[in-house]
């Protein structure tokens, strides 16, 4: 009988979703793909199919909001809360991701619904890797918010797509710039 909580990439739920995370993530970390594609039990050929029908899901005219098509793919929330960033009050919400278990994928929504931001964060209670070289920073082992508040102060800068962001830090070895990819670090650039 099929595991209900990875579902399968016919019917669009958590596994398939974790291979829209992978084909990002391809770019950058090919290996680390492969390794966890085998794990998943899928080949790229899925993984490209997972994600043309997340685009299509994106760019549909009967769309739904963001909020409604997580909670469609990934079910109901592990956790729902409030994250204050400044002045604004968000909606946190988060789910496991099978493939990262000390990772939870958190959706941030602004009132009225509009998605501030989504990406991959420590879940609670998971212990964070000690960062306090740049050759501490592994493909895949943190977050942009922990290497930012290890290497703070950081700047964040535009990454080269939606889904990608970039920090630059200066540590002993000089000035550096992070790129993660749906808030996972992926390379030094």
């Known amino acids: 009988m099929p595991d209900p909580d990875r579902g399968s990439p ?13 084909r990002r993530m391809a770019d950058h970390q090919p290996g680390l793909v492969e390794d966890a594609l085998r794990e998943l039990g899928v ?19 009967r769309r739904r909001g963001a909020g409604a098509r997580y909670r469609s793919v990934l079910g109901p929330p592990e956790t729902v809360g409030e994250r204050r ?68 102060p950081a700047r964040p800068m535009e990454g080269t797509a939606p889904t990608r962001w970039q920090l630059a830090f200066t540590t002993a070895e000089g000035e550096r710039v992070a790129e993660f990819t749906w808030g996972l670090f992926q390379r030094l650039l």
């Open 85 to 152: 960033v400044g002045d604004l009050t968000f909606e946190a919400l988060t789910w496991p991701v099978p493939l990262w278990p000390d990772l939870r994928f958190e959706v941030l929504a602004a009132p009225g619904g509009a998605i501030w931001n989504e990406w991959l964060v420590r879940a609670p209670g998971a212990p964070a890797p000690a960062l306090r070289t740049a050759g501490d920073l592994l493909p895949w082992s943190c977050t942009v918010d922990e290497v930012a508040r290890a290497f703070a």
């Open 10 to 22: 016919s019917d669009f739920g958590p596994l398939s979703f974790q291979l829209v995370l992978l």
């Open 43 to 61: 080949d790229r050929s899925e993984m490209r199919e997972a994600n043309r029908r997340w685009q299509a899901m994106l760019h549909s005219p």
